[in-house]
């Protein structure tokens, strides 16, 4: 039996997780639980016993000062918990976490603990994927789904993927067969710059999850991040003349596959985003704002007693963008056709190869999830 001493009743709460590692291609899918995290100033009330579930010497502890005393942070993945007020109040519970490296079954049987005490009505995971598709055009998302009836209400891709899996299929499968409505949604990453963060595919992330739960997030500087990110792979891409030309050559394939796509749904759901973000509404919007928690005695993760510390800084971590890897590295996950993620979702770390290939030693996973097609979410919201 699970105790959440503490937590308060929750309204039409919708988990929503993601996990850094092999399905998480430029930490889009893990930086964009973060940013809800940041933006609705989250409360952590439960953290799984990272001794259960994790290798240490793959996902090794952090040793950090504060006040002068040197403590560990370990890696696991915490719960918190979002109150959203407005006009149609709808709480949230994020889970952020790092793939685990061991008992799968149970750490997924763990979390759908937690989301049957809490009254969770639907369990949303994020993931990313490497695919062949440029970094000058929308980002790619797919929403797709185990259950039929789910796929046809939301308008979502009923999957019908086989093969090796992460994390974020075995939980939509687990969250299926325990009788939890739940839904996966992938944004495919340029494989030619990969290296996160990717605050595009984030943002393209976070525009499809507001459509899907009905909330409009705030964004904050993401937007701006994004736009700086492309301006970045523009400058990076134009400096190489054989990237330059490969870039093309996806722009050509995608325009070409999505010419007859003018679709008056794909209008649709643009222009409600934009009376959402047009109309604030009491509170700061239809999405309302995060309100306090009363005593706020949320449980807390004993064994550092504060939430994960961010990684150490890089040279990269900014807004721009990596180094633009030549048209033949890294590996294709999508077809050349530029139609968007095929089943296959990829490490971010996956050995070089020629694009449109498929690393022979890379195993080929669109969670059990990702479908033929894709819907695409502008990031120029």
Not at 56 to 75: D, H, M, S, Y
Not at 119 to 144: K, N
Request: negative net charge.
């Amino acid at each position: 039996m699970i105790e959440l001493d503490g937590v308060p009743e929750l309204v039409d709460p919708v988990m929503v997780a993601a996990f850094e590692g092999w399905n998480d291609a430029g930490d889009a899918a893990s930086t964009a639980v973060a940013h809800l995290d940041r933006e609705w100033k989250g409360e952590v009330f439960a953290a799984l016993d990272a001794e259960d579930y994790y290798d240490f010497q793959v996902n090794r502890p952090t040793v950090f000062l504060e006040g002068g005393a040197r403590k560990i942070t370990w890696p696991t993945t915490r719960l918190s918990v979002v109150r959203i007020g407005g006009d149609k109040p709808r709480d949230l519970v994020l889970v952020r976490g790092i793939e685990p490296s061991m008992r799968w079954r149970s750490f997924c049987n763990e979390i759908l603990g937690f989301a049957h005490e809490l009254g969770v009505e639907m369990v949303v995971v994020l993931g990313a994927l490497l695919g062949d598709t440029p970094h000058t055009r929308p980002v790619p998302v797919s929403g797709v789904t185990s259950d039929p009836d789910l796929a046809r209400t939301m308008d979502l891709e009923e999957t019908r993927y086989e093969g090796p899996t992460g994390i974020v299929g075995i939980l939509q499968e687990a969250c299926t067969h325990a009788g939890v409505p739940a839904v996966s949604l992938w944004a495919a990453v340029p494989h030619y710059v990969s290296q996160p963060p990717n605050p595009k595919a984030t943002l393209a992330l976070l525009n499809r999850l507001e459509d899907l739960i009905g909330l409009r997030i705030p964004l904050g500087e993401l937007a701006e991040d994004a736009r700086a990110w492309q301006l970045g792979v523009d400058q990076l891409a134009a400096e190489d003349s054989e990237v330059a030309e490969y870039v093309q050559t996806l722009e050509e394939a995608r325009d070409t596959a999505e010419l007859p796509e003018a679709s008056g749904e794909a209008i649709a759901r643009e222009f409600e985003r934009y009376l959402r973000r047009r109309d604030p509404g009491p509170g700061g919007g239809p999405g309302g704002h995060a309100t306090e928690s009363g005593d706020g005695s949320y449980l807390r993760d004993t064994s550092s007693g504060r939430t994960r510390p961010p990684k150490p800084t890089r040279p990269d971590t900014g807004p721009g963008p990596g180094p633009v890897s030549g048209p033949g590295s890294g590996p294709a996950r999508t077809t050349g056709s530029g139609s968007g993620p095929t089943p296959g979702e990829a490490p971010k770390d996956t050995p070089k190869d020629a694009p449109g290939d498929a690393a022979a030693d890379s195993p080929q996973d669109p969670p059990d999830d990702a479908p033929g097609d894709s819907s695409e979410d502008s990031s120029e919201d």
